[in-house]
């Protein structure tokens, strides 16, 4: 992982020792690729894919860049059973030893990562919702990933309040929430403040 960093800097062409940025950007790739396919199969399908890393394969892009995911197990159906249960494959075998390594090789906080998990779920689960006519399953699965702060007594780390903003577009104000956190990418060359960054100057004091 380390390499994969380090060549992924190359990429970005990031010359200072700061790689919190580096491992936000490489992890969006990573996220882009992993969680629409295997969130779409856990709340429409009601399916379960195994997530350990072990059983994962990752093919990568120039740079580093993660592509795809290949799983050569076909998983099972968990008709029924909880979001918790479906769920805690990716989460708690998958995604939180990958984060807790990004923390150790880089120092970026673990809210950074998990707000970068979140910005892939949420549109998946609310474009389920929507082509399934607002199915209850899928509700509870998006109230509990990304509404609900604790799991079972301890801190959900997708868990963030999201600001309300007003901004002017076209001359209209137009409502918008922003991110849950802020994905450093403004720390990168060449780049800024995306349109939704809490972080953004124009964003700091207009919260509604």
């Avoid at 960093?5 to 690729?33: C, E, F, G, I």
């Avoid at 899928?138 to 799991?151: F, G």
């Avoid at 999201?162 to 802020?182: A, D, F």
């Amino acid at each position: 992982l380390a390499g994969l960093l380090q060549a992924h800097a190359r990429h970005l062409r990031v010359r200072k020792p700061d790689l919190r940025p580096v491992a936000s950007a490489w992890s969006m790739h990573y996220l882009n690729a992993l969680l629409p396919p295997v969130t779409a199969a856990a709340s429409l399908l009601q399916h379960v894919f195994p997530m350990a890393p072990a059983q994962v394969w990752l093919s990568l892009a120039e740079g580093a860049v993660p592509q795809r995911f290949h799983i050569p197990h076909e998983g099972q159906p968990f008709p029924g059973a909880d979001t918790a249960a479906r769920y805690a494959g990716l989460l708690g075998e998958h995604l939180a030893p990958l984060f807790e390594q990004l923390t150790r090789l880089t120092r970026i906080a673990p809210k950074i990562l998990w707000g970068n998990a979140a910005r892939y779920l949420e549109p998946v689960l609310e474009q389920g919702l929507a082509l399934s006519g607002h199915a209850p399953s899928i509700a509870k699965d998006l109230q509990y990933l990304l509404h609900q702060p604790r799991w079972d007594g301890e801190e959900n780390p997708m868990f963030a309040v999201q600001r309300k903003v007003v901004r002017m577009h076209s001359g209209m104000p137009e409502h918008l929430s922003l991110h849950r956190q802020c994905c450093l990418y403004y720390l990168l060359p060449e780049e800024g403040y995306c349109g939704a960054c809490p972080l953004a100057p124009e964003f700091r004091k207009t919260a509604a």
